[in-house]
């Protein structure tokens, strides 16, 4: 057996399993895909915002997964008492404006700890509107360095042309006057229609920050 074969032969097992030591950074270069993942998440893309308007989805978004997550990490306004929303699209990204139906509620605590509190938010919720549907509660988003909006939001189906198309957020946000603001946000978009681009963006002004796109299996 020459050393190349005895090298490989010495990291499987009998049982026929790579051991730890035959995994390493160099060993698996190039590689995007695991095929027998068993964690079901799959990174699309990626994009990060630098005083930018907006961030849009434009690929990636086929039936190839059942649902799709976006995670977005320190999105930080350019302008104080702002929101941070987002919209889906028909046409490949060439509108924004599909119609929503939606609930909110959240969950608040001041640095002081002396208010806090928990309810149903009618202000940041959509009935029947083509507006952007708000990912925390409307215009609570500070701007200062250390502010911003973390959370993910998951689509499910959006290539359907049977079914609405449903989705669900979990966010984390800095109120201005330094409230911890937990947002939970649900609802439908009301078409039949394949979803295939989506677009976040501030209510008004620039943003920074990056937003992940997920499939899961």
């Known amino acids: ?53 907006s961030i849009s989805f434009t690929s990636g978004l086929t039936s190839t997964y059942k649902a799709y997550k976006f995670v977005y990490v320190n999105m ?24 929503i139906t939606s ?6 605590h001041n640095e002081a700890d002396n208010d806090a509190g928990f309810g149903y938010v009618d202000t940041s919720d959509l009935a029947q509107s083509t507006s952007y549907q708000p990912l925390h ?21 959006p290539s359907s042309t049977t079914y609405v198309k449903q989705f669900i957020n979990n966010s984390s946000s800095y109120h201005p006057a330094d409230y911890n603001m937990n947002n ?21 002004g620039n943003m920074d920050g990056t937003i992940y796109l997920y499939g899961i299996k």
């Open 1 to 53: 057996m020459g050393a190349i074969a005895r090298s490989i032969a010495n990291k499987i097992t009998t049982s026929g399993v790579f051991t730890s030591g035959a995994i390493a950074n160099s060993s698996v270069t190039g590689i995007t895909v695991l095929a027998n993942a068993s964690d079901g998440i799959t990174l699309i893309s990626s994009q990060t915002a630098s005083n930018s308007a």
């Open 76 to 99: 930080h306004p350019k302008t104080d008492s702002t929101t941070f929303h987002f919209q889906g699209s028909t046409n490949g990204g060439s509108s924004y404006g599909v119609t």
């Open 103 to 108: 609930t909110f509620f959240r969950a608040y």
């Open 137 to 157: 509660q409307i215009n609570d988003l500070g701007n200062d360095a250390d502010q911003s909006v973390s959370g993910s939001l998951i689509i499910f189906n």
């Open 184 to 204: 939970f946000v649900g609802g439908y978009f009301n078409t039949t229609s394949a979803l295939n681009a989506f677009q976040f963006k501030m209510a008004s």
